[in-house]
Each structure stands twice: as C-alpha cells, then as structure tokens.
C-alpha cells in the first residue's frame, strides 16, 4: 500500500477531509494572545498566510491525537488541548476536497524558545493579541473567513464573553 501524504496539496478530488487545529493562547504579562504560524511561501494553498496549527487527521486516527501529532511535526512542540469551541468548513481547491475544520483551545507544554517550525510548512510565527487579529490574518483571504472568525471567537471566550445562541 501505497502512504499518502495529507498535506494541502494531496489530491483529494470529491472527498470529505477532516481537520483539527489549536487554537494555542498564552498569557503575557497580563495580555493574552494567540500563536499564528505563516504558511511557507511555497505552499500552493493559501501560501504566507497566518493560521492556526493543525492539519489533516488521518483516516481511523483520533482527532486529538491527530491534532497533537501535527503540532508537534509543524512546531516541534507538544501541547494540552481543551474544549471544541468552534468549527467550520471549507473548499481546497487545490486538493478539490470539501473540508470540515474543528478547532480546540489548547496551550504550548514544551518551553516557548523550543519552537522549531518545519521548514516545509512554515516560514515564521507570532503572538497576536484580539486586536491584531485582522492586521495578521486578513491578507491573502476573503473577508468573513471563517478561520479568522474562530480566532476572533476563541479570544471572546478567553475573555469571558457571553455565548450568542440566536
């Protein structure tokens, strides 16, 4: 049997792709902010642009684990993850799959001067607070993305926020 590779890029034409990604905060000096990684400038879907870790999870393979296991191979770092808080869909056209995106909070184990991005999938990093949320992430996509929405709504329930269910 042949392994396929799930990256962005793996054909993938009418199927159903699953992904996870971390949502992974960390408190600085009373200001809580949200880690970004640039996506390599040769990547042919969505290249440098900021997103959240995470990646394809592989066909039978648990999604947590799954999550954990594409940190640790994008940033060399293991993580806690918490709760589900927000999920969403989308079309790759490169891959010409559908996919369903499920994002956790999550937090950085390992010390934050370990982080070590694999060249392959990503350029650099940054820690943006709620307010940089747009600057950061807006070039390179559509407004209303949906992946900015979940930073955006993961910093509202860092904060305390009340849920809108209407």
């Known amino acids: 049997m042949v392994k396929v590779s799930h990256d962005s890029e793996t054909p993938a034409h009418g199927q159903q792709v699953i992904t996870a990604c971390a949502l992974i905060h960390n408190n600085f000096n009373?200001?809580?902010?949200?880690?970004?990684?640039?996506?390599?400038?040769t990547k042919k879907f969505m290249p440098g642009i900021y997103e959240l870790l995470g990646d394809h999870v592989d066909?039978?393979?648990d999604v947590k684990v799954g999550l954990k296991r594409e940190v640790l191979e994008e940033a060399r770092m293991n993580i806690n993850l918490g709760d589900v808080?927000?999920?969403?869909t989308y079309n790759n056209w490169v891959?010409?799959?559908h996919s369903i995106e499920v994002v956790y909070f999550a937090a950085f184990i390992d010390p934050l001067e370990n982080?070590?991005?694999?060249?392959?999938?990503?350029?650099?990093?940054?820690?943006?607070t709620a307010e940089e949320v747009i600057k950061s992430?807006?070039?390179?996509?559509q407004p209303g993305d949906s992946e900015i929405q979940a930073v955006q709504r993961g910093f509202e329930l860092l904060r305390g926020e009340s849920m809108n269910f209407g």
């Open 95 to 97: 891959k010409g799959s």
């Open 115 to 128: 982080i070590k991005l694999h060249p392959d999938d990503h350029s650099g990093y940054a820690w943006i």
């Open 137 to 141: 992430m807006q070039p390179g996509r």
């Open 85 to 88: 808080f927000h999920e969403f």
């Open 30 to 41: 009373g200001v809580e902010k949200v880690f970004l990684a640039k996506r390599a400038d």
């Open 59 to 61: 066909f039978g393979e």
